[in-house]
């Protein structure tokens, strides 16, 4: 399947923000967006206003300008502005930048906006960017309000047992980068160097109490620890003087402090090398058609005064591009299939393979498309289409064998028939003269080529048809005797038994090559599609274990900072973790599928009834 991506010179508007505080989807994005069929790795940066962001989202893009980055105290960025470029590190990837709307404008006094612009950052991206500017204190801390109203903007479904919503988060959240910009200070606790990591950490620290003031000191960084468990820290050091900070876009690296080059640089590595592709809720590979579907959906469910459900989008986005890899996988299927078939095929076993190659690549495409298909609803259809498509192939084989055969005895039959005509056969020695004009008409039409599977049947009838016209020959035959003629009968009548034979013995050997068909296609879809429900479930358990992992170290830090009583509810969330990893991993799971598949399939595949368990069983054992 072709991989296409789209390389854009400058930025586009992706999400309007309307001076009356509504989100609006820009169709030119979008347009761009349904182009990348590549999986997308999406960086988002979010921070107050005029503190810098969109200069390191160029940095990103390999260039000096690009995202506004004025000069003035005014928020440049409105909405949120996307940049899709080659990623630089991942060969068939591309990276999508999403630079937002500064937070807090007090242009905009809008709080509730605000939050929808840091919802869908977090939304739409696998490494969230926080900017801001100095240290990191309180203050800085508590200006991530947003996080802690994520759960009033956010909707998952409660279906994974006893995981608490922060597990819910932590599942599909993005990784979390803090960038510090003019950060003056000397890396230095208690008399030792640390790591930038190790600031933020420090500053993520919870106190002990249960005062409203510990609460709410607590409350931002338990957010943050707990839906963000992949959390990273870099520091910058002011870039420039002052007055060259105005026209920071037309400086070079040389025009800039070397310390802020190198730290800038080892910004871009990371997120280049660390930053996962965006995946849905249940691990799905999302692609820039698909990102854009998601921002559709999601603004659309903002604008209806709802609060976006990570389930739904994910079951609307699952039936809009599975209905789409089914259609895409037909489409394959006819235009290889009219490309590489020329009728009459010379035998069935000859169309039966190139259908089964066809049809290989077809189940492919859409399995490489299709995601959540519950029940293999989507599968079933594509099977059930590739099957009709086939049958009405084969109809189409079989009338054109039949109008070559036709064509062809007419045109080799000719000069017999005229003399059928003139009478020239009802003479004496007439028989002998038929028979043998006959025979000859019998070899040139067995050595002509092209006939197709309806040779023997075509031929049958015909001289069926002719029996009739033999018999009064044989009749008017005055030179043979009533025991020759006699004999002649009888074997006038093993020639017709013998070609009955024949033709029922090619009509069985298409009937059977048929059924072959069916029961290889059976093969051939479940096959794929163990195939990807085995990589679905290696990812779906690599998902619940990086959550478990985060939450194995978080209770640990608990435990080492005296907080016993936290660190002991997160005892019921490991657990859970612990199970549904399992679960995902489970033979039973695809077992349920192949007896799902099988049992719907044999209603419109009836070559594999009583054989699709065991064909799918033999398959299940190679993956346990």
């Known amino acids: ?63 000096r300008s690009g995202f506004s980055l004025g000069a003035t105290i005014q928020s440049h960025t409105k909405g949120i502005w996307m940049w899709c470029v080659p990623h630089p590190c ?4 591309t990276l999508v930048l999403l630079d937002t709307e500064g937070l807090g404008d007090v242009e905009k006094g809008d709080q509730k906006n605000d939050n929808w612009i840091f919802t869908l950052a977090v939304l739409l991206s696998s490494t969230l960017v926080y900017n801001s500017m100095g240290t990191i204190t309180d203050n800085s801390v508590q200006n991530l309000h947003y996080v802690t109203e994520l759960t009033e903007h956010l909707e998952v479904k409660a279906g994974d047992g006893n995981l608490d919503i922060s597990s819910e988060f932590a599942r599909f959240f993005p990784s979390f980068v803090w960038t510090v910009r003019d950060f003056s200070l000397d890396l230095i606790m208690d008399g030792k160097p640390i790591t930038a990591d190790e600031y933020l950490n420090n500053s993520l620290k919870l106190k002990k109490g249960s005062s409203k003031s510990t609460q709410t000191y607590n409350l931002p960084r338990e957010c943050i620890r707990n839906y963000f468990p ?124 190139v259908h089964g190659q066809c049809e290989a690549a077809a189940v492919h495409i859409f399995l490489e498309r299709c995601f959540k298909d519950e029940n293999q609803r989507y599968q079933l259809e594509l099977m059930k289409c590739l099957q009709e498509e086939y049958e009405s192939i084969c109809r189409k084989n079989e009338k054109e064998s039949e109008k070559s055969c036709k064509a062809l005895i007419a045109s080799l039959f000719r000069n017999v028939e005229d003399r059928l005509s003139s009478g020239f056969y009802m003479d004496i020695g007439g028989y002998k003269q038929y028979k043998s004009d006959q025979e000859h008409f019998i070899r040139q039409y067995k050595d002509t080529p092209g006939k197709g599977i309806q040779a023997d049947a075509v031929l049958k009838e ?73 990589e679905d479930q290696k990812t779906a358990a690599e998902e619940y274990d990086r959550v478990l992992q985060a939450k194995l170290r978080e209770q640990k830090d608990l435990l080492e900072s005296g907080f016993e009583e936290k660190a002991k509810k997160l005892e019921n969330d490991v657990r859970s973790l612990s199970q549904k990893k399992e679960e995902t991993q489970s033979q039973s799971t695809l077992s349920k599928v192949v007896e799902t598949v099988g049992n719907a399939a044999s209603l419109f595949l009836p070559g594999i009834a009583g054989r699709a368990l065991g064909v799918a069983t033999s398959f299940l054992s190679r993956f346990f």
């Open 462 to 534: 015909f001289l069926n048809g002719k029996e009739t016209m033999g018999n009064m020959i044989l009749a008017a035959d005055e030179s043979l005797s009533e025991q020759q003629k006699r004999i002649e009968e009888d074997q006038a009548r093993h020639d017709a038994m013998e070609r009955d034979r024949r033709a029922i013995q090619e009509n069985q050997k298409v009937l059977q090559q048929l059924l072959d068909d069916q029961e290889r296609s059976y093969k051939q879809n479940m096959e794929q599609l163990l195939k990807k429900l085995k």
């Open 1 to 63: 399947m072709a991989s296409n991506t789209v390389a854009m010179p400058a930025p586009v508007c992706l999400i309007e923000n309307s001076s009356t505080g509504q989100l609006h989807v820009n169709q030119q994005a979008l347009e761009i967006l349904s182009q990348i069929d590549q999986p997308v790795v999406v960086v988002a940066i979010v921070g107050l206003y005029r503190t810098g962001k969109s200069y390191l989202m160029n940095k990103l893009a390999g260039k």
């Open 230 to 353: 992949s959390r990273k820290c870099f520091v910058f050091r002011r870039p420039t003087s002052e007055d060259k900070m105005r026209r920071i876009e037309e400086l070079s690296d040389s025009d800039l402090e070397p310390v802020f080059v190198e730290q800038t640089k080892n910004f871009c590595a990371h997120i280049f090398n660390n930053t996962e592709t965006k995946t849905m809720k249940g691990g799905f590979t999302v692609t820039g058609r698909l990102l854009g579907r998601l921002v559709e959906t999601y603004l659309e469910t903002i604008a209806s005064g709802k609060v976006p459900s990570l389930d739904n989008a994910v079951l609307a986005l699952s039936q809009i591009e599975n209905s789409a890899a089914v259609q895409s996988a037909l489409t394959h299927y006819k235009e290889q299939m009219k490309e590489r078939v020329s009728f009459p095929s010379h035998t069935q076993k000859e169309l039966s393979d």
């Open 90 to 93: 991942k060969p068939g990837h």
